[in-house]
């Protein structure tokens, strides 16, 4: 499905019937009513009846098709009133008490992770958290930008965020705008397509080709007064989510590419005790 595709079913709006759902989800995961079928455990007349709205799905076997499709817990909630059913999984606040666990494992993380710089972020690419070093990698970044919500990919982007310090801004922005259009791609999110084409719109030098011998992962390389750092990065999620706002996040945790990085890191934190 292509981004035109998506646009044409934002504006036409969401499925509404529960048959439309499954339709569309599975659509969207390259399956054929047989494919789904066997992968469900159940016929593939009996799954297009209720596509088409001649058979009404249990309870049961919209959490079963949801699975199979691997459809968000977003969604899953959406489905399933769709079909007639309240919405399974709770959505809450991180503040909320039911989630203090996860709050506090978020924030052993980003204080573990110093004096690297690490952030949480939500469904959206908003920050949620971060730990003191990542205050230190934006320092002259456009206050307006730094307002909540902040966005972390329009952080990096705009002229007026960390683009300018971005030494090897092609090669990162393409590896960013990558990431984002195959999140979209799972989750048919909207406003991950919104954000995908304001991205779009800023200025970013073609991706030079091919990219650089001896890396063993496209680095996040920024300039940081007289020093370049360089980072690699990776994502965490937590496992086995019952909530959407947990199933939602993600820590970004970056690490040094090189000693240089880490000793200027080392460095920073010392000076700022």
């Known amino acids: 499905m292509t981004i035109s595709d998506v646009a044409a079913t934002v504006r036409n709006g969401r499925p509404e019937h529960i048959g439309e759902h499954l339709r569309y989800w599975r659509r969207r995961r390259h399956l054929s009513q047989l494919d789904l079928a066997s992968e469900a455990d159940v016929s593939a007349r009996h799954l297009s009846f ?40 709770p959505q809450r606040s991180l503040d909320h008490p039911s989630l203090g666990a996860a709050r506090g494992a978020i924030d052993r993380i980003l204080k ?101 011998r001896g890396e063993v992962a496209i680095p996040f390389k920024l300039r940081h007064g007289e020093a370049e750092l360089s980072f690699i990065s990776t994502t965490m999620v937590f496992g086995t989510p019952l909530d959407v706002t947990l199933a939602e996040l993600a820590i970004e945790a970056f690490f040094p590419a090189d000693e240089a990085t880490s000793s200027r890191l080392q460095d920073m934190a010392a000076r700022r005790k």
Not at 64 to 83: G, S, Y
Not at 132 to 146: F, N, Q, R, S, Y
Not at 171 to 200: G, I, M, N, T
């Open 50 to 89: 209720l596509e088409t709205g001649r058979a009404t799905p249990s309870r049961d076997m919209v959490m079963r098709l949801a699975e199979r499709l691997d459809v968000p817990l977003r969604e899953r909630n959406a489905m399933l009133v769709a079909a007639g059913f309240a919405p399974v999984f």
């Open 112 to 212: 573990g992770h110093e004096p690297n710089p690490a952030v949480a972020i939500d469904r959206h690419w908003n920050l949620v958290a971060a730990n003191a070093m990542v205050g230190e990698l934006l320092t002259d970044v456009a206050p307006d930008l730094l307002a909540p919500p902040v966005n972390v990919l329009r952080l990096s982007f705009h002229p007026e965020g960390l683009a300018p310090r971005t030494v090897n801004l092609a090669e990162w922005c393409f590896h960013l705008l990558d990431r984002l259009y195959r999140q979209w791609e799972a989750v048919a999110d909207p406003v991950l397509l919104e954000l995908y084409r304001e991205l779009k719109t800023y200025p970013v030098p073609a991706r030079q080709r091919p990219l650089p």
